[in-house]
């Protein structure tokens, strides 16, 4: 099949000497600028390799004569973008949140940034869409257990609640009553907060269990029962529930207690954050 | 390693030298000209004012903001579909030209060939007419030589920047970015799409002319598929011409033919048209000692900016600019003879041409069954497109509703919606919204961060605003698992009204 090579008689043109069925490969020479463009791609790959990180050894690799490399781009492509909001995060860290909120230049620029903030360090309790879960609180409504006012919101942001990093954190603690009362009484009490809430209940048991909730629950829950955001008290009355509004589950909740624990924010977030997160909370539907 | 002349793949280029000509054709063909040129470099210079906060600059393309100027059309992104129904149009638009006259694009209006015109026009001008330019080309390197050549080439290099220049002048606010040029302050993308344009125009219009059209150019296969025995183009009629000859040796050409039904050895064949063979019945008159028409002046060949000789007939190479009819009906008049040896016609009436009968009229090629069709496809199209701008909305507006989550329990047990509305202002100054939910009674719609149920949305922006929707406790809505609504959009100035339907959760207990 490979014989020495021989001249096609039509083209005049050499062959390989491959002959299938004779078909014939003539040996056509690659055109010039071919050639020198594989020449010239060569040439330019033996630059490359000595200008730009390219041989891999066994630390690390060839640095490349001019220094270049891909994580310091990134670090650069990073402070960049930092010292182009420089300005907007020095406005948004320096200024007063009631300033901020209203038709400030750094308004639009907090939100969007907060609501990055808010993805990255918020969403795995309050939800994506900030709609809360059993526990934790659903930042789109209108009920706040500690008060929904920028001030209010950015003092929870920063310091949490009931954290121990952070003495300054929002406290309060609700006893366990199961071990103060009897089941009874905790049965009577539970009928009086659905009935509070306007739910269907046993009329003489949450008669009975008005008494007991004067004694024990309107320290903090008021004698209305619409609770006090100085301490962390939840509304009675409202059909808001953190962890549920039916009777077995009020009934757990005062016989056992709860005791939601949010971190403090303020060692981890910059000040621009803190204001931008808190800006993004107070405008998703709630903020007073 | 051997060559022989077969072996070789490889033509050079023949260069073309032609020659200048008068007649309808040429006339016709300057006005294109300098129509479609001034239309090319003045249209970015013409103002059209659109209030304070939009470009006042009539046809703009404006990438960075999105947006389509063209006099009082505003087109929007999303609106795109009005560009592609002009590219359909200009699509629907080549077949009927060319179903009826050939390939006229490239005769006429192909940028390529209004460029190459324009080109060779200076090159006669610097350098004269045919026959001078075949003696500067065959004559040696000399001083004379280089200045005709450079001072060619700087006028041609003065017209490429000017191309490629204008181009960008419709991406961009064209006095600014002029001065921006000028004073070399303009964005790298602008020099190098000068650049970039500047060559092309450079080597296509003053180097590779007739190659692009031979061999980069798709049209000519295309086109020549679209026509069709029917169709009106360029061609030679060769029962009148032949046998070709001049002088004595016309007579004796004509002496030599021989009975009929046998063609002249110096003839070359006529490639047949799609779907028509190739007649070589000779005319009638073409008796023993009766010459033909064709004198063998060559004048077809000499003005042929492509260098094909058309009495070969129709071929790829032919871009039908008609200039060798008019260059032909000057020897015709010369000789006494009629003129349209040389001439659009369509291969249906070769038939009748050869019995000695007149073609029949241009009406009748140009408006045929298949033209009707396209016409009336085009202006479907063109009419639709019109229709669709004007009930175009005033006002764009777009609801999503938020569902994560589907619905908010507010305290007083009331269930609440939240809509993203994206409202369009394509005015040149801020206008006030005001939304209302309209459908169902009892719902509620209230703004994020607005006090009343209006919001104003800045010139030439998109407002995205955050509307909530309260259907109080207990109430049917806040019941039912989904509720239609219809959002009532009202622009208080001008009174303009859209609406917009969407959808409202409830608990779904119902």
């Given amino acids: 099949m490979s014989d020495k090579n021989k001249q096609d008689p039509i083209t005049g043109v050499d062959t390989t000497g491959h002959d299938w069925d004779g078909i014939k490969e003539l040996n056509n020479p690659l055109p010039r600028w071919w050639l020198w463009t594989l020449y010239g791609t060569i040439v330019w790959a033996i630059g490359y390799c000595i200008a730009y990180p390219a041989w891999p050894l066994i630390e690390g690799a060839t640095a490349g004569v001019l220094g270049y490399s891909t994580r310091a781009e990134v670090a650069a492509d990073i402070a960049a973008v930092d010292a182009r909001n420089a300005e907007v995060n020095q406005r948004l860290a320096s200024a007063d949140l009631a300033t901020l909120a209203v038709d400030d230049p750094a308004h639009q620029f907090g939100v969007a940034g907060g609501a990055a903030v808010f993805r990255a360090n918020c969403s795995q309790c309050h939800g994506a869409g900030a709609a809360g879960a059993k526990g934790y609180p659903n930042l789109l409504d209108d009920d706040w257990l500690w008060g929904g006012t920028l001030d209010d919101v950015e003092y929870t942001v920063r310091h949490g609640i009931r954290n121990d990093a952070d003495p300054d954190a929002r406290f309060s603690q609700m006893p366990a009553f199961g071990e103060l009362l009897s089941r009874e009484e905790i049965a009577d009490t539970t009928e009086h907060v659905l009935a509070l809430s306007g739910q269907d209940h046993d009329a003489a048991m949450a008669g009975r269990g008005q008494q007991v909730f004067a004694d024990n629950c309107a320290v903090c829950h008021a004698d209305d029962g619409t609770g006090d955001p100085a301490q962390g008290a939840p509304d009675l009355t409202d059909a808001i529930w953190l962890y549920g509004g039916a009777r077995e589950v009020v009934a757990e909740t005062i016989e056992k207690a709860r005791f939601g624990v949010m971190p403090a924010w303020g060692p981890r977030l910059t000040e621009a954050e803190i204001k931008a997160v808190t800006l993004y909370v107070h405008q998703l539907g709630g903020g007073e | ?510």
Avoid at chain 2, 160 to 182: E, K, M, N, S
């Fill in chain 2, 1 to 510: 390693m051997s060559e022989t002349p077969t072996g070789s793949l490889y033509a050079p280029r023949e260069p073309i030298f032609p020659r200048r000509v008068a007649g309808k054709f040429r006339t016709l063909k300057w006005w294109i000209m300098g129509v479609t040129l001034a239309i090319y470099y003045v249209m970015p210079w013409i103002r059209w004012d659109r209030g304070p906060s939009l470009p006042d600059q009539a046809v703009l393309v404006d990438l960075a903001h999105r947006r389509f100027y063209f006099f009082w059309i505003q087109i929007w992104p999303h609106e795109f579909y009005f560009v592609a129904g002009l590219l359909i149009m200009a699509g629907i638009g080549l077949f009927i030209f060319t179903s009826a006259l050939g390939r006229v694009w490239c005769g006429y209006t192909c940028p390529q060939t209004v460029w190459t015109d324009l080109f060779i026009l200076v090159e006669r001008w610097i350098e004269g007419d045919r026959n001078a330019r075949v003696r500067l080309w065959n004559a040696p390197w000399s001083a004379r030589k280089l200045r005709l050549r450079v001072t060619k080439w700087i006028i041609w290099l003065l017209i490429a920047l000017a191309t490629g220049g204008a181009w960008i002048f419709y991406f961009a606010d064209a006095p600014t970015l002029l001065r921006d040029l000028v004073t070399f302050q303009a964005p790298l993308v602008a020099w190098s799409t000068v650049l970039i344009l500047t060559a092309t125009t450079f080597v296509f219009g003053g180097f590779m002319r007739e190659q692009v059209c031979i061999y980069m150019c798709p049209w000519p296969r295309i086109q020549a598929a679209m026509m069709d025995p029917d169709t009106l183009t360029v061609a030679y009629r060769d029962w009148r011409g032949e046998p070709r000859g001049k002088g004595m040796r016309r007579r004796a050409i004509a002496a030599e033919v021989p009975a009929a039904g046998e063609t002249t050895g110096r003839r070359s064949p006529v490639i047949p048209m799609p779907g028509k063979a190739a007649t070589a019945t000779p005319a009638p008159a073409l008796a023993k000692d009766v010459p033909g028409d064709c004198i063998d002046c060559n004048a077809c060949v000499n003005v042929c900016p492509m260098g094909i000789d058309i009495r070969d007939g129709q071929q790829m190479a032919c871009i039908t600019c008609a200039l060798c009819i008019d260059a032909c009906d000057d020897v015709m008049a010369k000789i006494g003879k009629p003129r349209g040896l040389i001439d659009y016609l369509a291969l249906s009436d070769e038939p009748a041409e050869r019995a000695g009968q007149p073609p029949r009229p241009l009406r009748q090629h140009v408006f045929r069954l298949r033209t009707m069709i396209y016409t009336a496809l085009w202006a479907l199209i063109g009419l639709g497109l019109l229709w669709a701008l004007l009930v175009r909305p005033a006002i764009d507006v777009t609801v999503s509703p938020i569902r994560n989550p589907q619905y908010v329990t507010l305290s007083d047990g009331s269930i609440r919606n939240a809509y993203d509305i994206r409202l369009l202002n394509k005015q040149g100054e801020q206008r006030p919204f005001r939304i209302a939910v309209e459908g169902v009674p009892g719902l509620i719609a209230s703004i994020e961060g607005a006090d009343g149920d209006t919001v104003s949305v800045p010139a030439d922006t998109t407002g995205l605003h955050r509307v909530y929707v309260t259907a109080p406790a207990g109430s049917a809505p806040a019941n039912a698992h989904t509720t239609d609504i219809l959002f009532s959009i009202d622009e208080m100035v001008s009174g303009e009204h859209a609406d917009a339907d969407s959808v409202f959760n409830g608990k779904g207990t119902q």
